[in-house]
Antibody, heavy 124, light 107 residues
Framework: QVQLVQSGAEMKKPGASVKVSCKAG????????IHWVRQAPGQGLEWMGR????????NLAQKFQGSVTMTRDTSISTAYMEWSSLKSDDTAVFYC?????????????????WGQGTAVTVSS | ETLLTQSPATLSLSPGERATLSCRAS??????LGWYQQKPGQAPRLLFY???NRATDIPARFSGSGSGTDFTLTISSLEPEDSAVYYC?????????FGQGTKLEIK
């Protein structure tokens, strides 16, 4: 079945960087955007950006530009989100998501799949 | 950026009652709205896409409606397992945005 499996929880010190992986299974990885969503403790959902696994092109929300990098490795159907220069208030759960909407080719797609989430704790 | 405002922030109802959750967009978004349910410790689960299209395995007691700027999620007869936070999300304009959520408590 279609699934996204994320890497495990991370604990980092301020100033460090973290790289979260998201392995896709059960579908053609390069056909669908992978989005990343952040959820700080006790807070709501925040869309960070997306990557087109086919081309590697990314689109990041303005507040994440400069600190977040999204990449992919098509040979292993895996997307990555790297956050550099972490601060303690960056502590959050990060989700990779195959959102409903459209494929990279622009056709409609109604299947919505979330990874299990990766908790990143930033503390000295 | 399109802001989504959800109301109420918290809703406390009894089993069998009807719940009405609202989501208002700061600008026109057509029907490009999704609704999600999130339970503690779990990833969000899609309930509706394009405002009124029920996602796979979503019970019929859930319904979605609206277009333009005003949207509603209705749960016709609450079950204890409906206790969760509900988020709306728009996909019409860049960037994607989520509402702040409505916490639904079942008494």
């Amino acid at each position: 079945q279609v699934q996204l499996v994320q890497s495990g929880a991370e604990m980092k010190k301020p100033g460090a960087s973290v790289k979260v992986s998201c392995k896709a299974g059960g579908y053609t990885f390069t056909d669908y955007f992978i989005h990343w969503v952040r959820q700080a403790p006790g807070q709501g959902l925040e869309w960070m950006g997306r990557i087109n696994p086919n081309s590697g092109a990314t689109n990041l929300a303005q507040k994440f530009q400069g600190s977040v990098t999204m990449t992919r490795d098509t040979s292993i159907s895996t997307a990555y989100m790297e956050w550099s220069s972490l601060k303690s208030d960056d502590t959050a759960v990060f989700y990779c998501v195959k959102l409903w909407g459209w494929t990279v080719a622009g056709t409609s797609d109604f299947l919505d799949v979330w990874g299990q989430g990766t908790a990143v704790t930033v503390s000295s | 950026e399109t802001l989504l405002t959800q109301s109420p922030a918290t809703l406390s109802l009894s089993p069998g009652e009807r719940a009405t959750l609202s989501c208002r967009a700061s600008q026109y978004i057509g029907n490009s709205l999704g609704w999600y349910q999130q339970k503690p410790g779990q990833a969000p689960r899609l309930l509706f896409y394009y405002a009124s299209n029920r996602a796979t395995d979503i019970p019929a007691r859930f319904s979605g409606s609206g277009s333009g700027t005003d949207f509603t999620l209705t749960i016709s007869s609450l079950e204890p397992e409906d206790s969760a936070v509900y988020y709306c999300q728009q996909r019409r304009s860049w960037p994607d945005t989520f509402g702040q959520g409505t916490k639904l408590e079942i008494k």
